[in-house]
């Protein structure tokens, strides 16, 4: 006989938030040599989202599932606007939670689809424990037991004398590539410049894959005196050279120079995702299943993107998501995901069991569960909806 829907233990009785710690001042502890030289410390502790941070979690019959970190913004949306209408969903039935009601009018922007997100991620979580099963095995099948990783080396100088000892670890390390930030110094040097600094850089990374990220710095100007530089250097894909999809960014497009353009972590509503997806606008999709609305969304992105001909590499922001739906995809959809070199290993630290990188490899999961339990800092929740 066909269980019903409160025997399933899926069934969300509560949503609680629970404080987690702050990201912490300064670099991680036991950087790699070559890192460290080189570092630039993380700007992210001064951002009160940074500072204190919070677990959601969904609370099951005789199980919860959870998701960290989120800024009191978010946690906030999540408590006000999403949380009544979540008590009473099965995660076992993630078709169904966006049509459960929300306690507000707004539902677009950065917050409203982190919290969004949040939500979608905790209840494939409890799903995942509950059923016994992996994210990946819920969300179609694993494809892959383990997923290549490039290394971000955003927080990294790219000027500094000793970087092109990072670009060669990086390629011993085994990592699927590395990817470069275009610093405000750099960029404000020129061309000439950029193409020094980062030619040392590629010569040093050998024959693996290289990418730069504009961080959205350059001027138009610097963007299209940049597209020569970059077409020498090889480059797998630009990220973000300026804002993506504004005229300047299709001026851009339009001076071709064979340079793939990369973008898609900061399209956080539908519509834009969709526009960037049909209308021509990149070359190489992004999404981050921790701001895009969820594991679901993200999937679906990624297939469409698949089918326009185009590869996604996950933003590294939420890495055990990305790192369940790269499982889930073959490594022509989804061929490596991000490992910020001196962020991830901070952001690890919320969790009981922090990933690391072997070989350049990452599971796809950690076993059953979409993350490891968040370190909870208090043994009271802060906010609780629902019994």
Known sequence: MARSISDTGSVVRA?????????????????PEPIAAVAVPPAGPSWPEHRTRFAVEVVGDGASGWHAPVSEAVARLVVDTLADGVVGHDAAAPRKLAYRPRASRHHQGAHARQAVSAVELACWDLASRVSGRTVPELLGGTVRAHVPVYASALGLDPAHPEAVKVAAWISEQGFWGQKWPLTKELLRQGPVAVARVLGNLREAA????????????????????????????????????????????????AAGAGVPMAAGEHAVDEHEQTRLLTGGAVDVWQTDPGWSGGLARSLHTVEVAADLGMPTFPHGDRLWAALALAGACCRDKVPAVEWHLTLEPLRQRVFTDPGAVEAGMLPSGPGIGLAPTPVITSPLPVWTVGS
């Open 206 to 253: 050998g024959e693996g894959r290289f990418m730069v990220d504009g961080l959205r710095r350059c001027r138009l100007d610097e963007a299209l005196g940049l597209l020569p530089v970059l077409a020498d250097l090889r480059v797998a894909f630009a990220e973000e050279l300026l804002e993506p999809g504004g005229v300047a960014w299709a001026r851009v497009r």
């Open 15 to 31: 949503v609680r938030v629970w404080p987690v710690a702050g990201q912490p001042a300064g670099l991680p502890d036991s950087l």
